[in-house]
């Protein structure tokens, strides 16, 4: 099966007809049936390895000149780029790299593998990681050393005539770290055209050749790139609402109600990233997701109080006294009750004795009481607070009504309460719980619908830079398929994205490039008929390699929350592994 899919496999590459791969005149397969022998046409050239080890080690010159390098590095930054495109990597060190001294052509033998393949062996393809080896490549063709150096500045040092602009984009191409490496071939390619023309520009001055390096990147829709759509006022009402509370010190609560998917979570990390902490600095804000399969008692009140408690445990030890003899004061003969369920507690207020059992139905209310009471005084003037209770319909009776009294005790108290939940699946203690609370005049309910067709146009057009009149076909089918959601939205537009039916493409008028989005109308509306938003999700799960699905389950199972050390717990990764898996879905969305 294996040799089949090799044989398969170079086939398949001869029929992409793509420039740098050598051709094949014959592929023979021998008579044991397990092993093939592939006939190259000849290219006249040699790997770069050859050349860099056959040269004077002590005269460290370029292999080529400036402009031919430049040449070179664009024309395979732009190889790479169309490999990607159909799913195929860089497999070995980039300096096997056929080159031909003569006329600047490269060719790729033997060097290219299907993404699908590496995903059965675990191992993840990054741009990143491809980035690197080029870049290394780079470098030695500039330098003739094989050891980079520590910093930016002595990246190609001895070597002054090279632009300082090439320093940075080598140095960013090796960058050991993801956030400041290239996430796209296609940003990398910006700015060697960039450089291109600078150098033919400026030949007089090339040592002093700089500009900044681009920052272009995959659009970023749904949210995840800090920004939403078609909220504005209601986010101007939102903010209106909660300055009473933390502003005037009146205690108010929002109901955020909506369909799953609809932005109800999305809109509340807006409000506090953009919003709340602009306007109130001091604020601390506390979140708490419910979870449909993990309904602990009181499991979401107990995640927001122990936050309250390592703050509180954070402070001086001054200021830890002065605490302890607040709460002592407060819960009195019930303190045991609380250190019992807050295990953080003893921390700060020492051991309890035991408190005297009650019948079921007093103990219960006792509880109650003093829970409430308790979060209260944890409530400080001084530091405002936002606690935001995510799907609440998920909720036990009890919590809810947990909620119900710590509101009732919150009065002058500087906090504002977020409540969101999904209307189509509310029960009933939910529904009697928002029937008493909504006719309170400190009590506020906002409903979230689908986005309208004139937000996706404009969500559309800002992230690929196109005019509303190239961008309308294309928002016109993707709202009839998500109506509007704006999870199936983001999903939809990331499946096409990564699937290269929407695709950037750089244009260049001999002085200056810039990126122009393309996209296939025709192939786009075949996907729309034929899937629905929840399989190209599931396919988009499927595409990934087999750790980082396996990543996905453990997070899920253990919750939305979860800390690095407890996923660690439970799978058998490196750290390092774990770490780059998860920095690859997270790009992913």
């Not at 460290?60 to 031919?68: A, D, E, N």
């Not at 003093?370 to 005084?377: G, L």
């Not at 909720?395 to 309460?417: C, M, P």
């Not at 979230?448 to 937000?455: M, P, Q, V």
Request: net charge negative; hydrophobic share 40%.
């Amino acid at each position: 099966m294996e040799l089949q899919e090799e044989v398969d496999f170079f086939r398949g590459l001869q029929q992409l007809n793509l420039d740098h791969i050598p051709q094949i005149k014959q592929l023979i397969i021998n008579e044991d049936k397990k092993t093939i022998v592939l006939v190259f046409a000849w290219f006249p050239g040699k790997s770069f390895l050859s050349l860099l080890e056959s040269r004077d080690r002590v005269d460290q010159q370029p292999l080529m000149s400036l402009s031919r390098f430049i040449d070179f590095a664009i024309e395979l930054v732009k190889t790479l780029h169309q490999f990607h495109k159909h799913s195929y990597h860089l497999r070995s060190r980039a300096d096997r790299i056929l080159w031909n001294s003569s006329n600047n052509d490269f060719q790729l033998p033997g060097l290219w593998n299907p993404q699908h393949k590496a995903a059965r062996f675990n191992h993840s393809v990054t741009i990143e990681s491809q980035v690197q080896n080029i870049g290394s490549l780079f470098h030695k063709i500039l330098t003739g050393r094989s050891q980079l150096n520590s910093t930016p500045d002595d990246l190609l040092v001895g070597i002054a005539s090279l632009p300082l602009a090439l320093k940075k984009i080598i140095w960013k191409m090796v960058s050991p770290s993801i956030d400041n490496s290239y996430s796209t071939m296609i940003s990398l390619q910006l700015d060697l055209e960039r450089l291109k023309h600078l150098v033919m520009e400026h030949s007089d001055s090339i040592p002093n050749i700089d500009f900044p390096l681009s920052s272009f990147s995959p659009p970023q829709i749904g949210g995840r790139n800090g920004q939403i759509y078609g909220r504005d006022e209601m986010c101007l009402q939102i903010r209106k609402f909660s300055n009473e509370a933390l502003k005037d010190g009146k205690a108010k609560m929002l109901f955020l109600s909506g369909p799953a998917g609809i932005g109800k979570s999305a809109l509340v990390r807006h409000l506090i990233t953009t919003e709340l902490q602009k306007h109130h600095s001091t604020t601390r804000f506390l979140t708490s997701k419910l979870d449909q399969y993990q309904r602990a008692p009181f499991g979401c009140i107990k995640q927001i109080v122990n936050e309250m408690l390592l703050d509180i445990m954070s402070e001086s030890p001054y200021s830890v006294a002065a605490w302890k003899e607040k709460l002592l004061g407060s819960l009195g003969t019930n303190a045991g009750l609380m250190t019992d369920m807050f295990p953080l507690l003893k921390d700060i207020i020492g051991p309890q004795p035991e408190v005297p059992s009650l019948l079921p139905l007093e103990s219960q209310s006792r509880i109650l009481h003093t829970c409430s009471k308790f979060i209260v005084t944890l409530y400080s003037h001084e530091r405002p607070l936002v606690i935001f209770f995510d799907d609440l319909q998920w909720a036990d009776s009890n919590t809810l009504q947990q909620i119900q009294d710590v509101w009732k005790l919150s009065g002058r108290h500087r906090v504002f309460y977020i409540i969101s939940f999904r209307e189509e699946e509310i029960h009933a203690p939910l529904r009697e719980m928002i029937v008493q609370l909504e006719n309170d005049k400190d009590v506020k309910s906002v409903s979230i619908e689908a986005l309208k067709l004139e937000d996706v146009i404009f969500m559309l057009s800002q992230n690929f830079n196109l005019k509303v009149e190239a961008i309308l076909p294309l928002a016109n089918m993707i709202y009839a398929k998500t109506r509007g959601n704006p999870l199936y939205l983001s999903q939809l537009v990331q499946s096409i994205f990564q699937n290269h039916l929407i695709e950037p493409v750089i244009e260049s008028n001999g002085f200056s490039s810039h990126v122009r989005w393309h996209f296939d109308l025709l192939k786009i509306e075949e996907v729309l008929q034929d899937d629905h938003i929840f399989e190209l999700i599931r396919r988009r799960v499927d595409s990934l390699v087999s750790d980082q699905r396996q990543l996905l389950s453990l997070a899920s199972c253990i919750g939305d929350h979860f800390d690095i050390d407890t996923l660690q717990l439970v799978t058998s990764m490196t750290p390092v592994a774990m770490e780059d898996h998860l920095t690859q879905l997270e790009k992913l969305g």
